[in-house]
């Protein structure tokens, strides 16, 4: 089907006389006739649920239509984007190995890699995203176990060469994790230019309203584990928390990652999400098509104002001829990429802090990509704990501004934003 159909009726199909819409199964346990039914649930034999911090049907069939729309083979949700790009990376990483990263990722993602996965020993070496492929796959060491980006990141909105990262990846033989909250599938699905393993933050356009958290992580099911066994123990092994399970021997290519990181990290971590979440996030789903097209029509406009104007002294949209990432963008984000628009202010930090007060539809919020439009000034919120050149690695000056355009007129919110540049 068409993404557009899979956003309004992918994942569920109701049987005669079922429940049209998505039933929320709001139970923390399910009931067995016998031992030996749940045991064969236990031994993975079995289809079914037996605890909702595993599994939930509810929450199933949200991945479900999540893994339709990313052209996956199996899929899960979690408790949060920041969740989800935990399990992915700890799903093949362990003590002593090495990531290599986007250095424009997610301030958040940053940190948990180098400073909380360090801490497990694992470390990281973070790329330039325009690196050349020669700096690029000098950042590999034989211990690197994946690499990692954001096809739009947050808040640089830097595009990632989707291509090229992956074919260093193979090239190692490690996949290639994306991060592809901004864009979702309905304007890039990353699987398509050779990315193994997608990752989202629902919270933002999937769930499109501010109203719940939520994570999903979804296998391409193509990358070949057993082809490198040895780099790939936890997947390729027998898990002796598990009875001896070996993931990608019993689920192949198609399954084994999302297996072990239901049956292994989810059941020591437990940060899945919740069934009234998944409901409400699905919501948010068959809507998603239209929503994202309105997004993209008012981040370009308001881009194309924000450059023309004086006191603006750079924009950062993809979407603009005058970006650096242009000819990317219109390689894997020809339809649009997202409402978010970053920019800095030629009177640097005070006049972010001056035009963000004088805001009146904008709101400021720790939040982006939803239907109403909010701005921050990261340097001075969620970015406060790097320093001024992990700042300036990040894409994220102290001047900067990112303002995530919702659904309101593009009208009303150009004339928003020029009232308060005026104030300045």
């Not at 139970?27 to 067995?32: C, E």
């Not at 996965?117 to 020669?134: N, Q, R, S, W, Y």
């Not at 990290?265 to 309105?294: C, I, K, T, W």
Request: some cysteine; charged content about 20%; glycine content about 8%.
């Amino acid at each position: 089907m068409n993404r557009d159909t899979i956003c309004v009726q992918g994942g569920y199909t109701p049987g005669n006389g079922e429940p049209r819409q998505i039933p929320i199964i709001q139970s923390t346990t399910f009931k067995y006739a016998t031992s030996e039914d749940m045991g064969k649930l236990f031994d993975l034999e079995a289809d079914g649920y037996f605890y909702s911090r595993l599994q939930n049907p509810t929450c199933d069939l949200v991945a479900k239509k999540i893994c339709e729309l990313e052209g996956g083979t199996a899929a899960m949700l979690t408790s949060s984007g920041q969740a989800a790009n935990f399990f992915a990376l700890f799903n093949i990483c362990e003590a002593g190995d090495h990531i290599v990263a986007s250095s424009t990722i997610y301030c958040g993602t940053f940190n948990l890699i180098s400073v909380t996965m360090k801490k497990m020993g694992i470390e990281a070496t973070f790329v330039d995203p325009l690196c050349t492929e020669e700096e690029l796959n000098a950042a590999f060491r034989p211990n690197t176990k994946v690499v990692f980006g954001e096809t739009i990141a947050n808040p640089a909105l830097t595009v990632l060469d989707i291509e090229k990262f992956a074919k260093a990846a193979h090239a190692h033989g490690v996949p290639l994790i994306v991060d592809n909250t901004f864009p979702t599938p309905v304007n890039c699905r990353p699987f398509e230019w050779g990315a193994d393993i997608v990752t989202h933050s629902t919270t933002k356009y999937m769930d499109g309203h501010g109203a719940v958290l939520g994570g999903a992580i979804v296998d391409g099911g193509k990358f070949d584990w057993m082809a490198h066994a040895e780099k790939f123990p936890g997947l390729c092994t027998p898990d002796d928390s598990y009875h001896g399970i070996t993931y990608a021997e019993r689920f192949g290519k198609e399954g084994a990652f999302i297996t072990k990181a239901t049956a292994q990290l989810m059941r020591d971590f437990g940060s899945m999400q919740s069934p009234m979440n998944a409901y409400m996030l699905n919501l948010g789903l068959e809507s998603l098509h239209v929503r994202m097209q309105r997004h993209c029509e008012n981040g370009m406009a308001v881009a194309k104002f924000l450059e023309s104007h004086p006191k603006v002294a750079y924009v950062n949209y993809c979407g603009l001829e005058s970006s650096p990432y242009h000819a990317l963008a219109e390689k894997y984000l020809p339809n649009g990429s997202c409402g978010v628009v970053s920019f800095g202010l030629a009177g640097g930090r005070e006049a972010a802090s001056t035009f963000m007060k004088e805001l009146k539809l904008a709101a400021i919020e720790t939040h982006v990509a939803d239907a109403r439009t909010c701005c921050l000034n990261p340097a001075s919120s969620t970015h406060r704990q790097m320093n001024d050149e992990q700042l300036a690695a990040a894409g994220v000056p102290a001047e900067l501004v990112r303002m995530s355009c919702g659904l309101e007129s593009a009208e009303d919110l150009i004339a928003d934003i020029s009232q308060a540049l005026d104030k300045i």
